[in-house]
């Protein structure tokens, strides 16, 4: 027979009596088990479990302290991506001592629906904005901070006031369930091809305040670019270009704290209207668009012989990408941004394509959008 434990006004720890109980209650729902319990609440959206850590101590427990919800939920979120468009707001015009800019976030749904929008004030303007998973990254002059849209929340990252920042990386690495932004500067003295980097790293979950700067290793190029990096299963990219006949990738191991450089996998990327690298099925590729022929070129960097294969050529005809927007680096879906305004979604698994919505409207004048899935991850 199964014990009962009533999680109704006392302060327990739902994973603590998971280790003994089979059953519990929450005030409203009653005794269910703990399993279908989590697989209800893991499927409904962060602005409804918002309202619902109001509701009673245990609501709040098992939502927000409960770590195999947490994880459920995010997977489930998966499913359900938005995409969040930025728009940077700025009264340096009128007070040109005012380094202030507000930065208006807003999230919609794969049916072209605006389900969020808010703003907060920072230290701006915003030079590198970065998404991975749940989190953002917004970088400004000497000022970096972290976000979850889907809770609201911007934090400051600590850093030293005095020193501009430059590139930024931004990853997850799982096995330690940390989150890392990397900042790849130049050293005060110029000339050996070289950048330091030092990297900060927080647990999801924790205080982003609570985290750390270290220096690693120099960054053996100069990596300034225009492409933002993206994190593919542990690992940073960062284009490096020195020209259209000479482009490279460079790459940051988050665990092994190593770098690397990998060559393009085209060196006649001139026939390409965007060549832009994404993360695609656990790894790295990279994705040429050419007018002439209106076909989109798929590689895949096969990770241990660091060899690239053509694994995709995909006729686009008529349509006409104009840029690509990152998804999940396990995701078997490519998000493409069309000529014609229309957001298109194709599968490689089944190689077809169906139009995600009509979303134009609601990103008119606003930053190239990037996907991300809610949590309920806190930052402070």
């Given amino acids: 027979m199964n014990q009962v434990i009533i999680i109704s006004g ?8 998971r280790k003994n109980y089979h059953v519990m209650e929450l005030a409203g729902i009653g005794y269910l088990p703990y399993d279908l319990i989590i697989e209800i609440l893991s499927r409904l959206p962060v602005k409804v479990l918002c309202k619902f850590r109001c509701v009673s101590k245990s609501w709040h427990g098992l939502l927000t302290r409960d770590k195999e919800f947490a994880a459920r939920h995010i997977e489930c979120s998966k499913h359900m991506p938005l995409l969040l468009i930025r728009r940077y707001l700025s009264d340096a015009m009128e007070e040109p001592n005012n380094s202030k ?3 208006e976030l807003t999230s919609v749904d794969m049916q072209g629906d605006v389900t969020d929008r808010f703003k907060k004030v920072i230290d701006g303007p915003v030079h590198t904005f970065i998404s991975c998973g749940s989190l953002s990254v917004l970088c400004c002059m000497y000022s970096l ?3 979850n849209p889907s809770i609201r929340e911007i934090v400051r990252v600590p850093y030293r006031s005095n020193s501009r920042l430059h590139n930024i990386g931004f990853g997850y690495l799982p096995i330690t369930n940390e989150y890392k932004i990397v900042h790849l500067h130049y050293h005060s003295y110029v000339g050996n091809g070289k950048m330091g980097c030092e990297i900060f790293s927080f647990r999801s979950g924790e205080d982003v305040t609570s ?3 270290r220096q690693i290793g120099d960054c053996p190029s100069s990596a300034w670019t225009s492409e933002y990096p993206v994190c593919v299963n542990g690992v940073i990219y960062w284009s490096l270009s020195s020209g259209w006949k000479d482009r490279s990738i460079l790459s940051l191991d988050l665990k092994k704290e190593e770098f690397a ?4 996998p085209i060196r006649d990327s001139k026939k390409y209207s965007f060549l832009e690298y994404i993360g695609l099925m656990g790894g790295l590729c990279v994705v040429g668009f050419s007018e002439e022929t209106s076909r989109m070129d798929i590689w895949m960097l096969k990770n241990r012989t660091k060899i690239w294969a053509m694994e995709y050529s995909i006729n686009l005809s008529p349509l006409c990408p104009k840029f690509l ?3 999940d680096d396990n995701s078997q879906e490519i998000l493409v941004h069309m000529e014609q305004r229309d957001l298109i979604c194709y599968s490689l698994k089944s190689q077809k394509s169906r139009r995600v919505g009509n979303y134009h409207g609601a990103i008119k004048n606003y930053n190239k959008p990037c996907l991300y899935y809610g949590s309920l991850i806190p930052l402070g």
Avoid: L, M
């Fill in 10 to 17: 006392k302060d327990r720890k739902p994973e603590e009596a």
């Fill in 101 to 103: 800019t507000t930065i």
């Fill in 145 to 147: 901070y972290v976000c």
């Fill in 211 to 213: 985290g750390s700067w």
């Fill in 261 to 264: 450089s990998i060559s393009y």
């Fill in 325 to 327: 927007i990152s998804t």
